[in-house]
């Protein structure tokens, strides 16, 4: 004859196997959450930075085309100049010296448009410079919640349990139903049981740990992008490299600010990916949360 206080017991013995599961992946999701807003940030850091990186190229460029204004002007003979700056002086003057008010209004708007020029582009690689190190704090910090992020091994180690109670009660349920004068409630309750936490058998977290590693890497060279891009930001942005006016030292501003900019768009496009794989995380945790959730109700 069945004895239903045998089911009843396994019943037991499989609710304590399971329990908790859900709780332990709603923690999962919850970082996972927290770290596809940390690299978010560290993607649009890193596309401000370039976005400003681009348009102090444009600021440079025009310092250039003075430049070549400078070279012309000496090549043909005319007053000796040597910076951008003489430049400016030397036409504000001229146009001063006319004494007329709209003279003066010139050299005003040409003094201004030199002091605007020059403030613009020095602001921008400030702007550069912080939006590059912000990318590198957040991709850092979405560096290490990835890395911790992931299935461990005592949590496996109770899903497995799970599975296993769930097998067993199967097991017992089938014995006890052949056995006869089993209560009918709880053989349904049993059932329901095996079939939604028995469900575990199909769930792949090795999924959440993939997409963990991948935000990792993504976030970590995001990271590695991000610092470098700030170090050579600043040394771009220097007085000493902004205001050494030889031809191998604007070549080197320029160099520096070229690889600044790209390395600006490779955090933008390394964050990126870590936001992607961080969402698909979550989706994979979903999943599991999903499992977790009916095979708990279940157990109620």
Not at 95 to 102: C, M, P, R
Not at 153 to 165: H, K, M, T, Y
Not at 218 to 228: D, E, F, K, V
């Amino acid at each position: 004859m069945g004895d239903t206080a045998v089911l009843t017991a396994q019943i037991e013995r499989t609710k304590a196997a399971c329990a908790g599961i859900s709780d332990e992946l709603s923690d999962l999701k919850k970082m996972a959450g927290i770290n596809t807003a940390v690299t978010a940030v560290g993607t649009v850091a890193g596309g401000v930075a370039l976005g400003t990186g681009i348009a102090k190229a444009a600021a440079d460029k025009k310092v250039d085309e003075l430049d070549e204004m400078i070279a012309e002007l000496e090549a043909a003979g005319a007053i000796e100049i040597k910076t951008d700056d003489q430049l400016y002086g030397v036409l504000a003057d001229l146009f001063e010296e006319t004494g007329t008010e709209e003279g003066k209004e010139v050299a005003e708007s040409l003094r201004a448009e030199r002091e605007a020029l020059v403030k613009k582009s020095k602001t921008l690689g400030n702007i550069r410079t912080g939006t590059m190190a912000g990318a590198a704090v957040a991709d850092t910090v979405g560096t290490v919640i990835a890395a911790n992020n992931r299935v461990k091994g005592d949590l496996q180690s109770q899903i497995n349990e799970c599975i296993v109670a769930t097998k067993e009660l199967s097991n017992v349920r089938m014995q006890e139903r052949v056995n006869g004068s089993v209560d009918t409630a709880e053989l349904n309750r049993a059932e329901t049981i095996v079939r939604e936490c028995g469900a575990w058998e199909y769930v792949d977290l090795s999924k959440i740990n993939k997409r963990a590693t991948g935000a990792a890497i993504s976030a970590g060279t995001g990271a590695a992008m991000a610092i470098a891009g700030t170090i050579t930001s600043v040394s771009a942005n220097s007085n000493s490299v902004r205001n050494d006016n030889t031809e191998s030292g604007k070549k080197k501003e320029k160099n520096l600010n070229t690889a600044s900019n790209v390395l600006a768009g490779g955090t933008t496009a390394a964050s990126a990916v870590a936001v992607v794989f961080n969402a698909t995380q979550i989706s994979a945790i979903k999943k599991a949360a999903t499992t977790a959730d009916k095979c708990e109700e279940a157990l109620k």
